[in-house]
C-alpha cells in the first residue's frame, strides 16, 4: 500500500509540472469512463501525456502510438493523412470537439497543419463507432478534444527550435470561475525547410539532402468560452482561427509526367471554425447541441517546372473557397436505472466554390460552385442486463443529396469564360445497423464483441471532378458500405500493467474505386476518347487483422508502452486488372516506448516503431520497404513548473518513405521548454 501511495504521489507531482488544463468532457462523442453505462470499450486514447512524452507537434505524430494507425501522405498535395486498419482519411472523419471537420470537397484535411498544443485528447474509434457522430464513418472515427481549465489562473508558454531552421512558440492563459471559464491558447510553428537521410541518392529533381521546397508555417488562434450555471449544465463558445502557408516538396525519384514535374505552393491553407456546444439537465435526462459553421480557403501557385527556365515563374493559380455548417441535437434519456437511450439528430450544408485558375495572362475564370446536404438520424440503446453485461444497440439512418453542381466551358489548358449549367444531381443513403455486448467479467477483466455496418457517402470530388481531364464524371456513385466484426479484451491482469486485444474482420461492398480503359463522347463529362478513367462502385474489399498493446508501470522509476498490429487488407472482387491489394497499409507494426525517470525531475523516453512494406499499386507492382525509426527525449525539470527538453527523431537517419519519390525527413534534432502555472 506504501509503495502505491509513494508512484501515485510522484506519477501526480510529474503529470501536474508539465500538463495543463482538464479534457473538455462537451467535446466528447464516446463515452469511455467506466461510470457510464454506455461507455464504449473499443475506443482508444491518445493522452496530452503520451502527445508531451513524444514531442508530438502534430496530430499525425500524435497517432503513431495508436494499435491499427498508420501515417499515410499524399505526395501529389504534400498532405499528411493517417489510415484506419487500411482505410484512407477519406472513410475515416475527423472531428474537433465532435465537431466535423473535414473539407467539403473531396472530405480530405491534412493533419499536418494541425498542432496538438491545445489538445487535451484523442478519441480513436474503429469497429464500434457511436452513431452520435453522425454520417461517413466507415472506416472509423477521430475526435480531436480540446483542454478546459480547472483553476482560477492557470496557463502555460512555451518555445522551441528543431532542424531545419524550424521553431515553435505557443501560449495559453485560461481561468475557472464558479459560474464561467476562459481559455485563450495560441501558438506559432514554422521551418524552411527538412533533411532528408544521408542514405538518400539524388534523383529526379531533388539533388543533396536539404529537402527542395519543403517551407511550412502554420499560426493557430483557438478561443473558450464557457458558463456553468450549476453542476449539471453547461455551455460553451469556441472560435478557432488557422493560418497557414506550405511548399510541396518536389518528387524526388526517377519518373516522368505531370504529377513528376509539380513545382507547387500554398500561399493560404486558412480554415476557421465557430461552434457552440450546450449541455442542459431535464430532469435525469439531457438534452446537446452543437451548432457549428467552418469555413476553409486555399490558393495554389503553380510556378512551373521545377529546375527549369520556367521555375518561379507562376503559371496559373487556382483555389478553393469552401464552407460547412450545421447542427446536432442529442437527447440522453433515462428510461430506467440500468436503460439509457440516446437520439441525435444532425443536418451538414457542404458549399465548394472552385475558384479554378487565373493563367499567365491574367484571364480569371468564373467560379464553380458544388453544394450538398448530409441527414443523420442516430439511435443507441443501452441496457445494463446485470452488474456484468451489458448491451448496446445503435444505428443511423444518413442521407447525402447533391444540391448544386455547376460546369462551364473552358479546359485543364484553357480557362473556362462562363458557367454553361449544371450537372445531374443525385442522393444517396444508407441505413447502418451496430450492436456491442461487454462482459465484466472481473474488476479488472473485460471481454466484447460488437457488429457494426456503416456507410460512406461519395464525395462531390468523386462525383464531378475530371481530375485534369482524365476522368469521366460520375455523378449517379452509390454511398460505400461496409461489415465489421470485432471481439476484444481489457485486461489488467497483474498490478500496474493493463493489456488490450482486439481481432477484427471488415468487409465491404460497392467501394469507390477508379476504373481505366473506358470511353466516352460526351464532352460535358469530362475526359473524352478511349482511354478515359472514371470513379465507380465496384471493389469489394477484406481487411482483417488484430492489434494487441500492453502498457506497464513497472516501479515508481519506469513505465513502458509496446504494441503490435497485424492487418491483412486485400481486394477480393475488381474491375482493375490485377488488383489484389489496398495501398499504403503495412501488414507488421510494432510501437515501443519505454520512459525511465532515475530521479524524479528527469525522465528519459526512447521510442522505436517499425512498420512493415506498404504496396503503393493495388497490383502489387511497387511497394516502399520496410523500416524502423528510434527517436529519443531527454526532460528535466529544475523547479516543478518548468521542464527542459532535447531529443533526436530519426535517431539513425533511416531512409524511408510512404509514398515513392517523397522521402520522410532524416535524423532531426529539438530543443524546447515550457512553463506551466
Known sequence: MRKQLCLGVMLSLVASSVLLAETFELGKIEVTSEKDISANPSVDVVTSETIKETDAKTVVDALQSTPGVYADYTGARGESKVRVRGFSSTRVPIYIDGIPIYVPYDHNIDLGRFKTYDIGEIDVSKGYVSPMYGANTMGGAINLITKKPTKELEGEVGVGAFSGNGYEEYATMATKQELYYGMISVSNVSRDYYKISNDYDSAGHQEGHKRSNSESGDKKLNLKVGYTPNSTDEYSFNYIVQRGDKEQPWYAASGSGTAYNRNWDWTDWDKTSYYVITKTAIGEH????????????????????????????????????????????????????????????????????????????????????????????????????????????????????????????????????????????????????????????????????????????????????????????????????????????????????????????????????????????????????????????????????????????????????????????????????????????????????????????????????????????????????????????????????????????????????????????????????????
Not at 473552358?410 to 450537372?423: A, C, D, Q, W, Y
Not at 464524371?473 to 466484426?485: F, I, K
Not at 522509476?557 to 475488381?574: F, G, K, P, W
Open 286 to 677: 439531457y438534452l446537446k447541441t452543437r451548432l457549428f459553421y467552418d469555413s476553409f480557403y486555399n490558393k495554389l501557385l503553380n510556378k512551373g517546372t521545377p529546375q527549369s527556365a520556367t521555375q518561379d515563374v507562376v503559371q496559373d493559380t487556382s483555389g478553393y473557397d469552401d464552407n460547412t455548417y450545421g447542427g446536432i441535437v442529442e437527447g440522453d434519456i433515462k428510461i430506467a436505472e440500468n436503460h439509457l437511450l440516446k437520439l441525435s439528430a444532425s443536418k451538414k450544408y457542404d458549399n465548394h466554390v472552385d475558384q479554378a485558375y487565373k493563367n499567365t495572362t491574367g484571364v480569371q475564370s468564373p467560379d464553380l460552385k458544388d453544394a450538398s446536404e448530409t441527414l443523420s438520424l442516430g439511435l443507441e440503446y443501452t441496457w445494463k442486463l446485470t452488474d456484468k453485461l451489458t448491451w448496446t444497440l445503435g444505428g443511423s439512418y444518413d442521407k447525402n443529396e447533391v444540391t448544386k453542381a455547376e460546369y462551364g466551358n473552358g479546359s485543364s489548358s484553357v480557362p473556362r469564360t462562363k458557367i454553361l449549367g449544371e450537372f445531374p444531381k443525385y442522393d444517396s443513403d444508407a441505413y447502418n445497423p451496430q450492436t456491442i455486448l461487454s462482459y465484466q467479467a472481473t474488476k479488472d477483466l473485460l471481454f466484447y464483441g460488437s457488429v457494426s455496418q456503416k456507410s460512406n457517402m461519395p464525395t462531390l470530388k468523386d462525383r464531378y471532378s475530371s481530375r485534369f481531364g482524365d476522368y469521366i464524371l460520375n455523378p449517379s456513385l452509390d454511398a460505400e458500405r461496409s461489415t465489421t466484426y470485432e471481439i476484444g479484451t481489457d485486461w489488467a491482469f497483474v498490478e500496474d500493467h493493463h493489456a488490450k486485444v482486439a481481432l477484427f474482420y471488415t468487409k465491404t461492398k460497392d467501394y469507390i474505386a477508379s476504373v481505366s480503359g473506358l470511353t466516352n463522347t460526351d464532352t460535358t463529362l469530362g475526359c473524352t476518347g478511349t482511354n478515359c478513367k472514371q470513379m465507380q462502385n465496384f471493389d469489394q474489399e477484406e481487411h482483417k487483422g488484430a492489434e494487441v498493446s500492453l502498457n506497464s508501470q513497472w516501479n515508481e522509476q519506469l513505465r513502458s508502452t509496446v504494441s503490435y498490429t497485424y492487418i491483412d487488407a486485400t481486394i477480393e472482387e475488381s474491375k482493375t486488372a490485377n488488383a489484389k491489394y489496398t495501398t499504403d497499409t503495412p501488414k507488421h507494426s510494432y510501437y515501443a516506448s519505454l520512459t525511465y525517470s532515475p530521479i524524479h525531475s528527469v525522465d528519459i523516453t526512447p521510442i522505436v516503431r517499425h512498420e512493415g512494406k506498404r504496396y503503393s499499386t493495388v497490383s502489387g507492382s511497387e511497394e516502399s520497404s520496410a523500416y524502423t525509426v528510434a527517436d529519443i527525449r531527454v526532460a528535466y525539470r529544475p523547479i516543478k513548473d518548468l521542464e527542459l527538453a532535447i531529443g533526436i527523431k530519426n535517431l539513425f537517419d533511416e531512409y524511408y518513405y510512404y509514398n515513392n519519390g517523397y522521402a520522410q525527413e532524416g535524423r532531426n534534432y529539438y530543443a524546447n521548454a515550457r512553463y506551466t502555472f
